[in-house]
């Protein structure tokens, strides 16, 4: 029961900047927006989260609209490294605060 | 960096057989977590663990699967017997106390095959 639309796949060449959408127009007032990404067959490896404001960290930037009804994941200056399947995840809060995964995007850096 | 470990990484049996995975949580993490990945999705969650009890097993196959964290700190899921659709990556999880805005870490997985 996926909570999240993203595009199946997206290419970026190397050295640009990679912008991953995502919709999540049902998320509720508390529930937090997380992306995960997977390198081939490794676990996930989560790189950002926020709820209502926009977000920073050493990895990419989380950016949430106003309405909260979408955000989008930068990753500044992609390297060949980052090709992998990108995650956008609801965590919905309740008594379990569980994640929902959905198909996620394929991220191809060429050079 | 503290990790999530998980045993073994690759494991092949035969359809009927019994099969089982080991997760080592991160120290100090009450909340874990398996996950199950079929080829081509996002991975969904078997069952979730606070402390030694289970809290959410509602995906979880229950006539074949089982799952136990009897100390609450490392955890062991069983599938018997495993069937060829049992073929998938089973991921585990851990996170400090489970709640809404907390990261889940993950280990690398184990890949079953089902012959």
């Known amino acids: 029961d996926a909570k999240t639309t993203q595009p199946p796949s997206m290419d970026c060449a190397e050295g640009r900047a990679a912008n991953l959408p995502c919709n999540h127009s049902t998320i509720s007032g508390n529930e937090y927006v997380y992306w995960y990404r997977q390198i081939h067959s490794q676990g996930p490896q989560y790189i950002i989260h926020?709820?209502?404001n926009n977000e920073t960290n050493e990895m990419a930037s989380l950016i949430i609209t106003e309405d909260r009804k979408s955000s989008t994941l930068i990753l500044p200056h992609a390297t060949l490294r980052d090709t992998a399947v990108y995650y956008c995840?609801?965590?919905?809060?309740?008594?379990?605060?569980?994640?929902?995964f959905g198909s996620g995007t394929k991220l191809n850096v060429k050079p | 960096e503290a990790e999530v470990a998980q045993s073994p990484r690759y494991k092949i049996t035969e359809k009927s057989q019994a099969v089982a995975f080991w997760c080592d949580p991160i120290?100090?993490?009450?909340?874990l977590y398996w996950y199950r990945q079929i080829l081509g999705q996002g991975p969904e969650l078997l069952v979730q663990f606070q402390d030694e009890s289970v809290v959410d097993d509602s995906q979880l196959p229950k006539d074949r699967f089982s799952a136990e964290r009897l100390k609450g700190v490392d955890s062991t899921l069983k599938i018997q017997p495993a069937e060829l659709g049992d073929s998938a990556m089973y991921l585990c999880a851990s996170s400090l106390r489970g709640t809404g805005g907390e990261t889940q870490y993950f280990g690398p997985g184990t890949r079953l095959l089902v012959l």
């Open positions: 120290s100090g993490h009450a909340t």
């Open positions: 995840i609801v965590r919905v809060v309740d008594n379990f605060n569980k994640f929902y």
């Open positions: 926020g709820l209502k």
